[in-house]
C-alpha cells in the first residue's frame, strides 16, 4: 500500500509540474499561485488517502473480521 500510494505521489507531483507549465502559460498566471494551489491539492489528496486506510483499519477491527 505505502509502494502504490508512493507511486501515485510521484506520478501526481509529474502530472502536476507538466499541468503548472500549461495552466501557468495559458492562464498566464504567476507560477507561485499555480504551485501554492497545487501542493495544498496535493495535501488534500494525502490526507483523503490516509483517512480512507485509517476508517478502513477502524472497520477490520470493529467488525473483527
Same mark, same amino acid.
Given at each position: 500500500?505505502?509502494?502504490?500510494?508512493?507511486?501515485?505521489?510521484?506520478?501526481?507531483?509529474?502530472? !502536476?509540474?507538466?499541468? @503548472?507549465?500549461?495552466?501557468?502559460?495559458?492562464? =498566464?498566471?504567476?507560477?507561485?499561485?499555480?504551485? !501554492?494551489?497545487?501542493?495544498?491539492? @496535493?495535501?488534500?489528496?494525502?490526507?483523503?488517502?490516509?483517512?480512507?486506510?485509517?476508517?478502513?483499519?477502524?472497520? !477490520?477491527?470493529?467488525? =473483527? !473480521?
Amino acid at each position: 500500500m505505502l509502494f502504490t500510494a508512493r507511486s501515485m505521489i510521484t506520478t501526481r507531483i509529474a502530472t !502536476k509540474n507538466v499541468l @503548472d507549465v500549461f495552466t501557468c502559460q495559458l492562464a =498566464g498566471e504567476h507560477w507561485a499561485y499555480n504551485y !501554492k494551489r497545487a501542493v495544498i491539492v @496535493d495535501h488534500l489528496i494525502i490526507a483523503l488517502i490516509f483517512y480512507t486506510i485509517y476508517q478502513y483499519a477502524r472497520y !477490520k477491527v470493529h467488525t =473483527g !473480521k
